[in-house]
């Protein structure tokens, strides 16, 4: 699977919209960009996840770039209960049940 | 819905000593995967079962061993405790969908190790 980099840190007034960068410059035509986080030692959380088209659902929206070496989480209207650590895996499409590789991840801390 | 049970929420256990954790996933899902992860760490990946036979292993060290049963539910058995062996073990599990090139993993709360 590609590596992913990420911030190690972001802030984001409570309310606005938090975005989180992702880069994964070595993404193959058929690995998808996934998102989760991980809310204080809770287990973590799945949130979204793209090929190579954007995507929305009730938590996020995810913007790719057309080459797909970045990407974008964004939470439109951040609250205090989204602070967390939030992960970006870049898995092999159709990898079925294959495990998760965490890296650093970013902690988002929203501020009132 | 229902979601991932692990058991015992909580564990504290003597070096040397042997602990057993378990973990009951979502009704119908055929995939568990175990994770840990110590203090200030990320989440890593130790062995993962489908249908009751394992499917990836990653880095799980040898005191430990693991199995799925009949029921689909999982135990991690850990021997030999080391310090070291302090931290948060996930389960999660996913359901395996033909054709499907996405699948949720599901997480539990965990399990906090802590050995003395």
């Known amino acids: 699977d590609a590596k992913t980099t990420q911030p190690p840190s972001m802030d984001c007034a409570e309310g606005r919209a938090a975005n989180l960068p992702c880069n994964h410059s070595?993404?193959?035509?058929?690995?998808?960009v996934y998102w989760y986080r991980q809310i204080h030692s809770q287990g973590p959380q799945y949130i979204i996840h793209g090929l190579k088209n954007n995507e929305t659902n009730e938590m996020a929206s995810l913007i790719i770039t057309e080459d797909r070496k970045s990407s974008t989480l964004i939470l439109p209207h951040a609250t205090l209960r989204d602070t967390a650590v939030y992960y970006c895996?870049?898995?092999?499409?159709?990898?079925?049940?294959?495990?998760?590789?965490f890296g650093k991840g970013t902690r988002l801390s929203v501020i009132a | 819905a229902a979601g991932v049970i692990q058991s015992p929420r909580h564990l504290i256990k003597e070096k040397r000593e042997t602990a057993t954790l378990k973990c009951y996933p979502i009704p119908r899902h055929d995939t568990v995967y175990w994770y840990q992860q110590g203090p200030g760490q990320d989440p890593q990946f130790l062995i993962s079962f489908y249908e009751k036979m394992q499917s990836d292993k990653g880095s799980i060290p040898d005191r430990f061993s693991a199995q799925q049963f009949s029921d689909y539910h999982s135990e991690l058995n850990m021997s030999s405790l080391e310090l070291g062996d302090s931290a948060l073990y996930f389960c999660a599990s996913s359901l395996l969908t033909s054709g499907n090139s996405y699948n949720e993993q599901f997480f539990g709360p965990g399990t906090r190790l802590t050995v003395l």
């Open positions: 895996i870049v898995r092999v499409g159709r990898s079925g049940n294959t495990p998760l590789v």
């Open positions: 070595t993404i193959s035509g058929n690995e998808y």
